[in-house]
């Protein structure tokens, strides 16, 4: 397509090492994306053994409840906070076993409606069922950028003092449930 | 004893592999054509060795062979035999097996119908086959071989995700990896032009057959992928832009662009090194697709489970394949002889704004999946990109490209008129306002609907009105104009087919996205419900228990809705609610009725113990144009694929078709 001559021939020729070094450069951050040390069912080491960040959130509109704050996180009680919203596929998934830890096994589940309109979140709850505590509405997903949330569900376990203890990223499946969520539970509460 | 058959086989298609791509490459090097002809011996066997390995594979599953791990995380005895089968690639490994299945079935493919390719040519482009054949055949082998053992065997498996025991998902992975797998053939092709330094017309036509076979593929594999999140799901939407959906759509939308830009390379010899840099693109993109869900860099639904060590395996073969052919395509490309210059107002200009608008519209979808990456590189933070991302960005990408869609093919090669172009497609820009207003006086807004509402038109007329103008429908007697269609070459009569599919689909998503109508509420049997002029009696409910005679490993709560308008029986929906024991997971499936002009769409969700249930209703208007639409891109393939010109098996007609097809383009 260009003009030949001789002038133009070297940056011509550096035009066609664009694809290979934009090539490098996503490669190295994919690299970097492997780094077993980067867990993305881990929290940043800034966020564990920290109080919850402080927030005060309504409920979701059009809904019965007193919505959900920090203080609600200090009483004493070790609690799951579960980031949800009904866009969110996962969420579906793991609903099962959320409700299953809150109406089974006694778990303190409290949730934060991330991002979601009311009507629709209202919608996903009726239709799969509420075994959430209390409720509070994130609507522009403050909260969870104070949280450090980074991708829907994810599930925080926070003790009777309101420290964060536990996060993890992705679907509450049965292993997690019982393997790492429920000892902890468990441990904390004693 | 078959298990271990089939890992040796494996072990055996590795060692083809070596030689396939050593040998034949070694002798177009030295031109020797013993060793050239070599190439197409061990395709086939490399076909056979992996076909074996796969059926073995199947056989565990069939016959529920406990003693190997795939099988036991994958199946159950009371799988009916259907999704035993499917369940071969419902999973890791053994997808695994299936791309590097279709792979072999691609190479033997070329090495069938290749006969009037240079012999030079198709050594290296056998040779490159093997190289990724290699590639994927050890990281089958080391990191996930699919015939691991396990002692002892558990009493029964632990079944397929109940999200997997459906027909939808299960043709759906073949399909999008015969689409994936097909662009490796014109990666191949890419990659031994490069090696030969030599890029002309004929190559052009001998890679668009097996890009577009690629293409219809992956069309095919997309649609059914979102067919079957519509209906399974039972959320009424069919796309999330999810970064599963997203690398499939990826290497889509630079498969679109290779195939137009070929067309440049085969008509006026030119655009020759973009087309080699969209092949070698096209196929990176599909191999990230492939690789992306699998490697613990983005998390997704329907992601395999992820490993550490697999991922960075995994990144030495994308570095290997795509740094490596990137880096060729540096060394090599310029040294390719660069075409005339374009008139930007001409066949080849409109191509090259297609293939523009594409490689942004892609880059956009890049971007937003691997943004959060990126960002938490840089900042640490952790961000989600959700589809207010795509709609703001993706969609006025589109916007341009369906618009100058329409106009494209009227452009003659060269030089064109873009005023007498338009003057020609008055009607269609009078279609274009009556769509417009429709939708306005039907739904009123919103401004941006109502504007894709009248592309979608513009297009759709603006495709017929070439095509008719090229039979001179009307304008001749009928009976002339159906011989002028017969001569009308078979990739004219595609393209209109494959431009008219998409405006349908456009349509369709753009009404489905916009007006979907949406009732939730807890009703009664007896109770009635209004929807977009459609009454919904709601009857009941029925329980079903598991029931291996009839194929039924699930429970099921089916729910009967009857549907009427004005009186009259319009359907009768059944949506249900399954839980799968074994996993103890529940699945929706959705009872839709589609009137062609709208989806109508039930799904049950609970009981509240008080002899209500929540249903949701969904009035989808148009929706059924997007499958309809998708089809019809396929079938536009498929006929474009038919043309002689293309047909990769008519060696000796090859020489005299082109000058016919030219004929009937000018």
Redesign the interface.
Known sequence: ????SPASKLP??LL??V??LI??V??S??????N?ERD?RAV?SVMIDKPVPEFDLPPIEGMAGPGLGSADLRTGEVTLVNFFAS?C??C??EH?FLTMLAEKMGVRLVGINY?NKALEA??WL????NPYQAIGADVNGRVGIDW?????PETFIVDGTGRIRYRH???VD?YVMTEVILPLVRELSR | MIPELGHFALILALAVALVQGVVPAWGAHRGRTGWMALAVPSAYLQLLFVALAFFALMYAFVTSDFTVVNVVRNSHTAKPLIYKITGVWGNHEGSMLLWVLILAVFGAAVAAFGRNLPPSLRARVLAVQAWIATGFLTFSLFTSNPFMRVFPPPFDGRDLNPLLQDMGLALHPPMLYMGYVGFSIAFSFAIAALLEGRVDAAWARWVRPWTLAAWCFLTGGIALGAWWAYYE?GWGGWW?W?PVENVSFMPWLMGTALLHSAIVVEKRD??K?WTI?LA??TF?LSLIGTFIVR???L?S?HAFATD?ER??FI?IL??IT??GS??L??LR??ALK??G??APVSREGALVLNNLLLSVACATVFLGT?Y???L??FT?A???I??PFYSKTFAPVMAPLVAAMALGPFLHWKRSDLMGVLGRLKLAFAAAAAAVLLALYLQGGPVLALIAMGLAAWLFLGALLEWAGRIKLFQTSPGDSLRRARRLPRAAHGMTLAHAGLAIAIAGMTASGAWKE?A?R?MRPGEQLQLAGYTYTFDGVQEFDVDPRKGWNYTSTMATFTVTRNGRLVARLTPEKRLYPVQ???TTEAGIHTTGLADLYT?I??SDGKGGW?V?IFHEPLLPWIWAGALIMVLGGMVSLSDRRLRVGAPTRRRKAPLGAAAARA
Not at chain 1, 126 to 129: T, V
Request: aromatic content about 12%; charged content about 15%; cysteine-free.
């Open positions: 397509m260009a003009a030949e011509q020729r066609y090492l694809p290979v090539f490098a996503i490669a951050y994919f690299l970097w994306g492997l077993p993305p940043p866009w596929l996962p579906r998934a099962k991002k209202r919608t009726a239709e799969l069922g450090g949330v980074y991708g829907l990223v992705g679907a049965a | 799901l999330f999810d030119a655009l090194a840099l070698i693109l990176s490697s613990g860099l998390s639904v550490p991922g960075f990144l994308l570095s795509i740094g990137l880096l395509f540096a490309a310029p660069a075409g210059l374009f691997l959060p990456l990126f938490e590189a640490g952790k961000i989600s959700g589809p949406e939730v807890v103890n997971m529940p799904v969700g609970d929540t949701r």
